[in-house]
């Protein structure tokens, strides 16, 4: 949107044009079309610079950087962009913002092009570094790190993690010091060189007395404690363990140190490696982790043509189940002709039972009237001490008492099943007539 001055040149409206260009990248970006939007997003950064506006601007072109490379895919393109930004927020005075866009290129591009991604991680560390900031280049360090040995770059790796152990011990945290150190030890057998690592660990033993006797003349304590040094630390008994294992290319060693759990504790990249190491000559294979013998294809074609875990199994030493006959030769073809699929195992006779013979408790009481017939109890499933409300003789029903209330429950008294009984009916000859039976 051009303007014209007082005599005629132009004079664009920057204040009308840049609301319009962010809306523009946003419907834009709605549409899916990120080509479109970072065009605009970048018009939009150029107002604000054109209005003095660095901090702004740099947000834009970094907003244009991270939708170039996460939605469009495209982190080759979105590296050169976030550098723009990273220059965009050094102009403004904001260091911190610029080391970030200088990481966040080089993510993108570890996996598609390490040496420029390496250059990239480089260029952040030395802006923490000039700045004096390294407290907050500690982050970007570890992610530079595992960069540089998941790539197998174990000088630059090795060197950047010594300048994290000086950072920690600046900041005296002895915890962390001791990690990273212990991370240094591996980084540097990992390149097979035990003389290197055993320099390093005498190293890191004198930064950490030095460390704490600066730190007790600093507090004048009266009485002098004793402290403990690298070597005294979990840390470093395992530094030692492992470059002994090297030292001595004894694998057992190296082998029983690896599996201490404080290896697992580092960063996964660092823990891999540390898995991998290997001594350099000793060919010893129990240490190759991983090697086992070869599952089997799972088939049998000499004896059953099917795949093994449907085979039927074999037992040469049962007999045939005589029940499953073999009917026809189609029915077992492929399969093994003497055994059956599921044989009988053969019947053997159980040894006799020492338990003494079943004997009752006691026995049911029978009926006056009837031997036979078992007496039913007075008040035969009512809980004990159960009476019955208001009791009625029944009618037709000797012995049999009726509760007083609706619903109520029967019980009997002493009467057997047999009053209970219909009477048989009677008998007559076949041969009877009809005055017979009147």
């Excluded at 390496?118 to 790190?145: H, L, M, P, V, W």
């Excluded at 402290?227 to 004894?250: M, V």
Aim: hydrophobic fraction near 30%; charge should be neutral.
């Amino acid at each position: 949107m051009d303007k014209k001055s007082f005599f005629g040149k132009p004079n664009p409206d920057i204040d009308a044009a840049r609301p319009l260009f962010e809306q523009a990248a946003l419907q834009f970006r709605n549409c899916k079309a990120y080509d479109s939007a970072v065009d605009a997003l970048l018009k939009a950064a150029d107002c604000y610079k054109a209005q003095d506006a660095f901090y702004l601007s740099a947000k834009q072109i970094e907003t244009a950087a991270v939708m170039l490379q996460t939605q469009a895919k495209k982190p080759a393109e979105s590296a050169a962009i976030f550098k723009q930004a990273a220059n965009m927020y050094t102009v403004h005075g904001s260091p911190d913002k610029s080391a970030e866009c200088y990481e966040k290129a080089a993510r993108g591009l570890e996996t598609i092009n390490p040496s420029e991604a390496e250059e990239y991680y480089s260029e952040a560390c030395s802006i923490y570094d000039s700045e004096d900031k390294q407290r907050n280049s500690i982050d970007t360090r570890g992610r530079f790190i595992s960069f540089l040995v998941k790539n197998k770059r174990w000088n630059q790796a090795a060197q950047q993690s010594e300048q994290v152990v000086a950072i920690w011990k600046k900041l005296e945290n002895r915890m962390f010091f001791n990690k990273q150190a212990l991370a240094t030890i591996i980084i540097v057998l990992s390149q097979g060189d035990s003389v290197e690592a055993r320099k390093k660990l005498l190293a890191f033993e004198e930064s950490v007395i030095s460390l704490f006797t600066h730190v007790q003349n600093q507090k004048q304590t009266k009485q002098k404690k004793s402290f403990s040094g690298f070597y005294d630390s979990e840390e470093g008994e395992i530094s030692q363990h492992l470059i002994e294992a090297f030292e001595n290319y004894d694998d057992e060693l190296l082998s029983n140190v690896l599996k201490r759990q404080t290896i697992k504790y580092l960063d996964n990249e660092i823990a891999k490696a540390a898995i991998n190491l290997r001594i350099p000559g000793s060919g010893n294979p129990s240490t190759q982790q991983g090697s086992s013998q070869a599952p089997s294809s799972g088939y049998n074609l000499q004896q059953t043509g099917f795949p093994q875990q449907y085979a039927p199994q074999q037992f040469p030493n049962l007999p045939l189940n005589p029940s499953r006959p073999v009917t026809s030769p189609a029915n077992t073809a492929g399969f093994s002709a003497t055994p059956s699929r599921n044989p009988t195992p053969p019947q053997t006779a159980s040894p006799p039972s020492t338990r003494p013979a079943y004997a009752p408790r006691d026995p049911t009481p029978q009926s006056a009237s009837n031997p036979t017939v078992a007496a039913v109890p007075t008040g035969y499933g009512m809980p004990p001490g159960y009476k019955p409300r208001n009791p009625t003789p029944a009618s037709g029903f000797p012995g049999v008492v009726q509760s007083g209330g609706s619903g109520g429950f029967e019980a009997f008294s002493g009467q057997t099943t047999q009053d209970f009984r219909p009477e048989p009916r009677q008998q007559f000859p076949s041969g009877a007539d009809d005055d017979d039976l009147c």
